[in-house]
């Protein structure tokens, strides 16, 4: 099997994951079957118990894997849909092995690191058969979470069946004479080589491309070829990451390293959908009404989803993040349109109620994600239908109006990991609504992540006075959307429909609430 293995070095946070998503998005349109895997060194099993301040957004996939946000990248950079099998943590590493334990299955051995822990690594990369599987290494080398990982595949390299190539992304700073500076790098490499590894290639993370002094002395330290020495410097936007490595020559180094066969190459209209990015004619204002604001990757998706939609419309949109907490309407005006995205506990949520309200009123478009559509929900069961106090059982266990409250059977849960309703649900949607009109299908497909539900014992009032439930999940008849028909864009989804938009593929809401914003803008009201 062919491998592609990204390391980082000197510090966390420069993109690797995004330069994994461009070099799997390359192999991509030169024909090869790729899948992208993420290693987290953390002992959590997942990161779905873990805040988004902490880690950024818990990604969701179709399968209902929560996962690192780096897999959202993989997704959308591939225009792919991955399992929970792409993303390996310590926690589910051990997890495994200390139950195979606990059955016997070692019975009589000592189970240890090696084998017992970097064989089961080795297994989960096995397992996948495509052209070349892409394996990115969380945190920088060096850290004593990632070793073992980094072990497994130093063993799996020296397999006479394997091939790999190592792609090692470091940073190179600019110091104030402007000299770009190559010692973190060469540190970095060092500690690789104290682990075995030697890399093939190293990618500079600059602010501006590597000189050639600085490609020229990375190669002589590092051990690699002067070729293979590449730039990462600031884009303008993350997408055009691609295009800039595969200028540099990437592409072939990797299908020469790999010894990959020429393939008939995949039609890829990717630099065309880049460029659309920037070719804009319009220009909108959108509000993010949230509480983890001070750290936009923890709404990661959210802000690609607009891009996407952006691209779409030929619309520049602006996104400006604002706390929940210290809303007041003064706020608000300044938008062409507001998003109240999805959101755990009761810190902000009267802000958000306070958003939904303006826009209800002012007859601005909105859009509420999940936490965002319950409020919608909540918002609507106070001032239009009277219903006093109405609230979520989240927010106020002791609402005499429990417009939107837990699933009996999630009252039963105690434990909290991977317990909530995960992943992709079908939801049917209803006809001659602007849900029918956005998505232009009848039923559709989308990813969720939560515990609560509308109520079912308020749709009759919340329906009588003119709140429309324009989704289903029919099974078990839970409200996936709602919306108001007489406003200009006034919609809400249970689910969360930025995990599943791409350049590709933009999310219908999202291009809906753009297009809603550049129209009331043009209307001038
Ligand atoms: N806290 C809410 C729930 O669990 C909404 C979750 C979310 O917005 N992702 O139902």
Redesign the pocket.
């Known amino acids: 099997m062919k491998y592609i293995v990204v390391t980082g070095g000197v510090l966390s946070g420069l993109g690797k994951g995004v330069t994994t998503a461009s070099i799997g998005r390359i192999l991509k349109d030169k024909g090869y079957t790729v899948i992208p895997m993420k290693i987290d060194g953390y002992v959590n099993v997942d990161p779905g118990t873990m805040n988004p301040y902490e880690h950024g957004e818990v990604y969701v996939l179709d399968d209902g894997s929560e996962t690192d946000l780096d897999l959202g990248h993989y997704e959308r950079f591939l225009n792919i849909d991955l399992t929970g099998a792409s993303n390996m943590t310590t926690g589910s590493v051990y997890q495994t092995v200390i139950d195979k334990e606990r059955r016997g299955d070692y019975l009589g051995k000592t189970v240890q690191l090696i084998p017992h822990i970097t064989d089961e690594i080795k297994n989960r990369i096995k397992q996948f058969k495509v052209d070349v599987v892409l394996i990115e290494v969380g945190g920088t080398v060096g850290d004593i979470e990632n070793r073992i990982f980094i072990e497994a595949l130093r063993q799996m390299s020296r397999d006479p069946e394997n091939e790999f190539i190592f792609i090692h992304l470091s940073y190179v700073p600019i110091i104030l004479s402007g000299e770009q500076k190559t010692k973190p790098t060469q540190h970095s490499v060092k500690e690789l080589l104290s682990l075995g590894i030697q890399p093939d290639v190293l990618v500079g993370r600059c602010e501006k491309e590597l000189s050639a002094e600085t490609k020229r002395k990375i190669a002589l330290f590092c051990g690699v070829g002067p070729g293979n020495v590449l730039s990462n410097p600031d884009l303008e936007d993350i997408y055009y990451l691609p295009l800039v490595l595969n200028q540099q020559n990437l592409t072939e180094i990797i299908i020469s390293k790999l010894n990959l066969k020429r393939m008939p190459v995949y039609s890829s209209k990717f630099s065309d959908l880049v460029e659309k990015i920037h070719t804009c004619k319009e220009e909108v204002d959108i509000g993010i009404i949230g509480k983890y604001t001070g750290l936009e990757d923890a709404y990661m998706s959210i802000k690609e989803a607009f891009k996407h939609a952006g691209a779409y419309n030929s619309c520049k949109v602006n996104l400006s993040w604002i706390e929940a907490e210290e809303i007041g309407v003064e706020h608000l005006s300044q938008f062409d349109g507001l998003l109240v995205p999805?959101?755990?506990g009761s810190r902000g949520v009267e802000g958000k109620i306070t958003t939904i309200q303006y826009a209800r009123e002012n007859n601005v478009p909105l859009l509420g994600?999940?936490?965002g559509m319950?409020l919608m929900v909540v918002e609507f069961a106070r001032n239009v239908c009277n219903l006093k106090g109405a609230s979520s059982t989240?927010a106020d266990p002791k609402t005499p109006h429990p417009v939107i409250d837990l699933l009996p059977e999630q009252k039963e849960i105690y434990r909290k990991g991977g317990t909530?309703r995960l992943g992709a649900y079908p939801c049917v949607i209803k006809e001659k609504t602007l849900a029918s009109r956005l998505y232009g299908m009848d039923q559709v497909s989308e990813r969720h992540?939560?515990?609560?539900e509308v109520n079912p014992k308020y749709i009759e009032t919340l329906t009588e006075n003119g709140f429309v439930f324009s989704g289903k999940y029919p099974n078990k008849n839970l409200m996936e959307m709602v919306e108001l028909p007489k406003h200009r864009y006034f919609i809400g989804s249970q689910f969360?429909p930025e995990f599943k938009s791409r350049l590709e593929k933009p999310a219908p809401l999202f291009v809906g609430l753009v297009r809603a914003a550049i129209n009331r803008q043009v209307a001038g009201d």
């Open positions: 999805g959101g755990f994600i999940c936490l319950q989240e909530m992540r939560h515990r609560w969360h």
